[in-house]
């Protein structure tokens, strides 16, 4: 059975992309990183997530962070929403670089042909390491600066949410039966999704494009 | 002052990358890593050359090892040195995949210029991930996957020894003043180094062929 490395953060589109692969006939291996964020949530939506498929193996790696972002930093504070074309201050340096060079060398170990990762050009946040350039540049590191690379069986790196926008990631999801009601996208991770900050905002706007009921429970708003 | 992150293991070519950035003008920010290595002596050679250089700052980022490699598994024994042109089990899976990502990160987040890797495509053991192509490819990632790279002030990814061989970087070393005398090379991580891995092979050879005296001690060989 042909294996594949799933970064599962526990949000909506790295569960997506679980539903993707897990349909595309491949053997999961969720793997997910406890990388100072401010809450543990992500990671009890992950394991859920994982349970759910009924993985073999949930790897999840504990990684230093490097500071210097909203999100692991408790010094600076989470934003509201502004759509002003900038880098927000939750972009978290080299996070995406990272995590791909971890789900590469696990990849290389268990002989897996492709690592998923929940990325989307569409409805981003501005984070450079999130567009298509980017994808297509660390394949190239994939291909000639790894054994599996060099050696003709290359890891081809996914992200089948790329060319979709926050609403068709989650009629894709409703589609393939994913776990949408375990997963939490709020960056400031209160028992309750908070419905104003970034990530929170666009999954909102998401499900009321795609004319969903979004199954997780909001912060009331006064 | 312009900021450099210098990859630092403690060994003979990462220390030769700390003399060449030093000299070239850069505040040092050496990076090493805690991976799981056999042995702690890297660490403490790596501590040694920080402190010669006098740094503001020495991270050593603790890594959870994701096995696979004769390196980091303590069930795989290190070979001693075969010239086959095949890649050996001391490859350790997307090594220098994750060094560099977390230089990126770390460089970001201290605004630095340049990151120094000590890899060479010249006297390397095989490994697809010291070479120029690899250089080439993880560049144009950066140039691309990060804030630094997308505002146009990119961060350099230096390898000053890619094209030099073990002897001339020994030679490089030595008229630098780099503290050859705190490094080791050994994969095995004796008290003394061992004298037959592939990394000590490496090393005797290109001191022998710049005919200049390891100032280290070896295991004396029966």
Chains 1, 2 share one sequence.
Do not use: W
């Not at 059975?1 to 349909?23: E, N, P, Q, W």
């Not at 990631?169 to 400031?188: F, G, K, M, W």
């Amino acid at each position: 059975m042909k294996k594949a490395v799933v970064l599962l953060s526990g949000g909506l589109d790295s569960t997506t992309c679980m539903s993707v692969a897990y349909k595309a006939g491949y053997e999961l291996y969720p793997l997910s990183f406890d990388y100072g964020q401010r809450h543990q949530r992500e990671l009890d939506a992950a394991k859920a997530v994982a349970q759910y498929y009924k993985v073999k193996e949930h790897r999840i790696i504990k990684i230093d962070s490097v500071g210097g972002s909203a999100l692991t930093d408790s010094a600076i504070q989470v934003p509201d929403y502004a759509e002003d074309g900038e880098i927000p201050v939750t972009y978290v340096p080299a996070r995406n670089i990272l995590f791909l060079s971890y789900a590469l060398g696990y990849g290389e170990v268990i002989g897996a042909e492709a690592i998923f990762i929940g990325i989307s050009s569409v409805d981003y946040s501005g984070y450079p390491d999130c567009r298509p350039e980017f994808l297509q540049a660390f394949q190239k590191v994939v291909d000639v600066g790894t054994k599996a690379g060099v050696s003709g069986q290359t890891i081809a790196i996914k992200a089948p949410l790329m060319y979709l926008s926050k609403a068709e990631t989650i009629q894709l999801a409703v589609e393939n039966d994913a776990p949408l009601h375990s997963t939490t996208s709020c960056y400031r991770g209160g028992e309750k999704a908070c419905g104003t900050c970034d990530s929170c905002a666009l999954r909102l706007k998401g499900f009321a494009e795609a004319g969903i009921k979004d199954p997780i429970s909001y912060k009331e708003m006064d």
